[in-house]
């Protein structure tokens, strides 16, 4: 299993910004190993956030994003002490879940 993924959610204004860095390998099927053997792809495929059970960013991945990716983005209507939940499922069909809360400033 991965690390946590570091995540942090905070009211700025009317807007919550959420950041994340998700720790994860992300090969892309196309590099060599040191006896020249293709690494086989490993990626995040699906990844979902959601704010109080409601998801707020759904995306699909592919193998052309950046080992241990950093995401951030900003929606309207959260409250400090609101949760905020990140679930991914790679290629390999391994799946984390983190949880955090909104904080002020």
Do not use: C
Request: hydrophobic fraction near 35%; charged fraction near 25%; avoid cysteine.
């Amino acid at each position: 299993m991965t690390e946590p993924t570091r995540l942090r959610a905070s009211l700025q204004g009317e807007k919550t910004v959420v950041r994340m860095q998700m720790t994860h390998d992300m090969e892309t099927g196309q590099r060599r190993d040191g006896s020249g053997r293709t690494i086989p792809a490993w990626f995040i495929r699906e990844l979902a956030v959601s704010h109080n059970g409601r998801i707020v960013l759904q995306a699909q991945w592919g193998p052309a994003i950046a080992k241990n990716p950093y995401l951030q983005f900003a929606f309207r209507g959260g409250r400090a002490g609101d949760r905020i939940q990140v679930r991914w499922l790679d290629s390999r069909g391994e799946q984390r879940t983190d949880e955090t809360a909104i904080v002020t400033g």
